[in-house]
């Protein structure tokens, strides 16, 4: 050991162009084309010997760059312990560039498990061995009948919830598909909806109103959706609150909210009823355990979305297992438009629902991921 237990000796970032991700896929809130995502993978080295290892991505193309990893982050953490965690949170969090860095501390929780010998989850809590999984379905441009099919594939296949998007200019075209599904499946899967509204304009003509959320919200309870996710634009956060009061099913969102103050805010305005923070854009682990303290003294259910790629995914469902608040685990799954492999790039196999439709926590040290050697060595190096 250095002059402090678990010593950071180096930080590595690498940039991972173009990932394919299927036959393309149509983004409903903009009904832009995508083929590939990009990914910022990190390592970081303890003078113990341990490694942690996180990724961040987005569709296209990154912002977050190794040279302001290499210039503003490893010379604050390199010489430090990975358990100053407080201090780790702060460098992550004042970044002078564009982009989110709060990935990163992924890698040094990994290594404290790694290290103590423990899954994250039952460092943190341990209440579940594991979480119910929902596929979530993004690609614009399937009829009704196709998802239905769809529906009827992820329930062989052991997922027991799916969640779709509702991206039609008419509160018919929305319900039509909702219809088609539930008549598909009937009562075996949940099924759960995404508006996709949070970060539009609310002078947008395609901005939903309140009176639009709440009609549908109606109308999907009718069709025994299981929540109604960011169907108002967070700047329409009174309405918001009267939506959730009124809606005769439960409101999800704040997967664009970012640190401790706007997850507070949204818990006391009571503008969820089930709180979705992202495991890489709304903070460290050391905040995300901060927003679930929150959210459980306010008796509101946390849904992680999904993370960005594997690692963030994984991070969800330590975080969702320990505290025992999660109501489902977001799962990108919308083969030939968002395959899992490329999502969950690095891992030697992605990490799926079983039989049982619950994603076990993994039984491995700290974040569990079970890499790809070689991936690793092309990315890192030998």
């Known amino acids: 050991m ?27 809130w903009d009904r832009k ?53 407080v201090h780790h949170t702060r460098v992550l969090g004042s970044v002078r560039a564009p982009g989110r860095y709060h990935f990163i501390e992924i890698a040094l929780w990994d290594i ?31 009829t009704p009948e196709e998802r239905a099919e769809d529906c009827k594939h992820y329930r062989a296949r052991g997922y027991r919830a799916v969640k779709l998007r509702l991206s039609e200019d008419t509160i018919d075209g929305d319900l039509a598909l909702v219809a ?69 099913l439960p409101i999800a ?6 640190g401790l103050a706007p997850f507070w805010e949204v818990l006391h305005q009571g503008v969820y009823t089930v709180v979705q923070p992202d495991p890489v854009h709304s903070g460290t682990p050391t905040t995300l355990l901060q927003i679930l303290n929150l959210a459980e003294a306010a008796n509101v259910p946390i849904a992680f979305h999904h993370g960005k790629s594997g690692v963030g995914m994984l991070l969800a469902l330590h975080l969702q297992a320990a505290f025992g608040l999660g109501v489902h685990l ?15 790039v690095g891992f030697r196999e992605p990490v799926l629902p079983g039989p049982d439709g619950i994603v076990p926590v993994p039984d491995r040290p700290g974040l569990g991921a079970d890499w790809d050697e070689r991936w690793l060595d092309e990315v890192f190096g030998s």
């Not at 237990?5 to 896929?25: H, K, N, Q, S, Y």
């Not at 390592?43 to 302001?68: H, K, N, Y």
């Not at 977001?330 to 969950?344: A, L």
């Open 2 to 28: 250095g002059s402090a237990p678990l010593t950071i000796t180096d930080v590595r970032a690498v940039v991972v162009p173009r990932v394919r991700m299927g036959e393309g896929l149509t983004a409903p």
């Open 33 to 85: 084309t995508h083929f590939t995502r990009e990914y910022v993978a990190v390592r970081v080295d303890t003078d113990a010997g341990f490694q942690g290892i996180t990724l961040d991505g987005e569709w296209d193309s990154v912002v977050m760059t190794p040279e302001v990893v290499r210039e503003q982050i490893a010379p604050e953490l390199i010489g430090r312990s990975v358990f100053d965690l």
């Open 112 to 142: 404290i498990g790694q290290a103590l010998g423990q899954p994250l989850a039952q460092l943190w809590g341990g209440r579940e061995a594991g979480v119910l999984a929902y596929a979530s379905t993004v690609h614009y441009g399937k």
């Open 180 to 248: 088609a599904c539930r008549e598909a499946v009937g009562d075996d899967l949940d099924i759960l909806v995404d508006a996709n509204q949070a970060g539009r304009d609310p002078a947008d003509p395609h901005t939903w109103s309140l009176q639009r959320a709440l009609d549908t919200a109606r109308e999907l309870a009718a069709l025994k959706v299981g929540w109604l996710e960011e169907p108002l634009p967070y700047r329409m956060a009174d309405e918001g609150r009267q939506l959730a009061a009124r809606a005769p």
């Open 253 to 258: 969102g704040g997967e664009g909210k970012s």
């Open 330 to 344: 977001e799962v990108m799954d919308d083969p030939g438009h968002w395959n899992p492999e490329g999502f969950q």
